[in-house]
């Protein structure tokens, strides 16, 4: 009797034990970072491939937040991702989902990494387990694994869509389904290919019904406007079936524009691909609202005339929402915000778009017009050149940036990562902002053409001579340009 009394007052004081050490999302990804950077040589170069949640928004968030703590914590050189989604669109592999050792090897051969991160998120019950995996490239080895628990709060259940109280579902298996899986429900367009679905909306769309676009082959399509006048509130929901498919524009123009009462979605598996000498954007936000989901990409349009609006997304008025995705290798820019136009950026990637034969001018990652609005809480803003200023992103209305990470843009004259124009309004309360005097692997850097580093240019940000950033802003450092005094 003693005995098992004792054994029970053990079993109390554990269980205590393993309830407090529940940890908090930053935490989890805090020891996270430090445990990859304990097992790994200084200067390894590492990618961060994959993470497997039930929610796009928290797979996005632990990317984008884990990437930038390995960043700032500079002990090893983590590989630009730009190519990333070109890559697994080649593997028809969705990086959202589960990915074997062999395609993680295979993925981070391409990507010259040396050792490849991913990780996965398993429901408990009352809280959920963490876990974090590094493997090398060459032999498959796993280099370290943690596995933590994390407490179902506020934050996580934001994340995840839920609520603290309400933790989803256990499925079989112990697994995560894959987040790529949509969970839009809606009227199932007929028709043999997309044209042809096309002109099945165009007849017979009625107002506040959704409907289900399915591409099953890769196809090559006219330009086409989403407007069906006398109908409002319709929603378009444009995806591949089991694989990714291309969608290829047949001649000059943009692939899509959204007009007022539309809304369209661009969800799994399906990349909009614009070509070389292209007139226009990809996709046109007309008044409607535009979103982009994990498992969705816009590439490989590049403009002519040297006019950066004809590059991945033009708002010229409405709204567009990136909450996953990547928007990536374009020759404008990735998005331009047009006046009274409003971009929110919760997840996905912003990767490669201007470059120095295609003459981006200005904003190359991402330009916002005056009175235009730019709300950044998640996502990556990376690899972008603009030939004058802000090679991430250039605002003359207003930016609040609140997380995410704007690293490895380059300008030739001012602003490598983020350039504000005198009357615009830059509120900085979250996220990071790269810069070449804290990193120059991966910060955002002035250079000439020649290659030579500018000092006094703002790597990170510049609003004038007297208010720049040329070191790294942390997710702790809050920037306004209307501080007064330089940041550095």
């Known amino acids: 009797m ?47 491939l994959n993470f497997v949640s039930t929610s796009e928004t928290f797979s996005d968030h632990v990317i984008e937040e884990l990437t930038g703590k390995l960043v700032m914590g500079r002990k090893i ?20 989902g589960d990915v074997s050792d062999e395609s993680a090897q295979a993925i981070g051969r391409m990507l010259g990494a040396q050792s490849i991160v991913s990780g996965s998120l398993t429901n408990m019950g009352t809280f959920y387990r963490f876990r974090i995996r590094v493997i090398n490239v060459e032999t498959a080895a796993i280099q370290t694994q943690v596995s933590l ?10 994340l995840l ?55 099953r082959a890769n196809e090559n ?72 989901r994990n498992g969705s990409t816009i590439s490989g349009n590049t403009g002519i005339n040297n006019n950066a609006f004809r590059g991945g997304i033009n708002v010229t008025s409405g709204s567009f929402e990136m909450t996953g995705g990547s928007i990536a290798g374009n020759g404008g820019r990735g998005v331009s915000v047009q006046s009274r ?33 730019f709300i950044m809480s998640g996502g990556t803003i990376s690899g972008n ?17 609140r997380g995410g990470t704007i690293s490895a843009n380059n300008a030739i004259n001012e602003g490598g990562g983020l350039f504000v124009w005198e009357n615009a309004t830059f509120i900085k309360t979250g996220g990071i902002i790269t810069g070449y005097n804290s990193d120059q692997i991966n910060g955002n850097v002035v250079k000439d053409e020649a290659g030579n580093i500018l000092a006094r240019r703002g790597h990170a940000v510049f609003v004038n001579e007297n208010l720049r950033k040329e070191t790294t802003a942390g997710s702790g450092q809050n920037l306004s340009n209307r501080d007064s005094g330089r940041w550095d």
């Open 77 to 96: 050189t983590i590989v630009d991702r730009r190519n990333l989604a070109l890559i697994s669109q080649e593997m028809n592999l969705q990086l959202s």
């Open 2 to 48: 003693k005995r098992t009394m004792i054994i029970l007052a053990v079993f109390i004081l554990l269980a205590g034990k393993i309830h407090t050490q529940q940890l908090n999302l930053d935490t989890a990804l805090e020891r996270s970072a430090r445990a990859v950077e304990e097992v790994l040589p200084q200067g390894a170069k590492v990618a961060v």
């Open 341 to 373: 136009a409003t971009f929110t950026m919760t997840g996905g990637n912003i990767t490669g778009n201007g470059g120095a034969e295609n003459t981006v001018n200005n904003g190359a990652g991402v330009w916002v017009a005056e009175n235009g609005t």
């Open 149 to 158: 628990d994390l407490r179902n709060d506020e934050q996580v259940a934001f």
């Open 161 to 215: 869509g839920g609520s603290p109280t309400s933790v989803p579902p256990v499925v079989s298996g112990g697994t995560t389904p894959s987040v790529t899986t949509s969970t839009i429900e809606g009227i199932i367009v007929p028709g043999s290919n997309l044209t042809e679905k096309l002109a099945w909306l165009q007849r017979s769309a009625d107002s506040h019904n959704a409907y289900i676009l399915e591409v």
């Open 385 to 401: 050149s603009a030939r004058n200023r802000g090679g991430g992103v250039l605002v003359n209305g207003t930016f609040t940036m």
């Open 221 to 292: 399509i006219s330009p086409h406007t989403f407007e069906y006048r006398g109908a409002i509130n319709i929603t378009i929901v444009l995806r591949g079936d089991s694989t990714n498919r291309i969608l290829r524009l047949r001649s000059n123009g943009t692939m899509f524009t959204v007009n007022s009462n539309v809304t369209l979605i661009l969800d799994n598996n399906i990349t909009l691909q614009g070509h070389n000498g292209n007139s226009d954007a990809v996709v046109n936000v007309n008044g409607g609202t535009f979103r982009m």
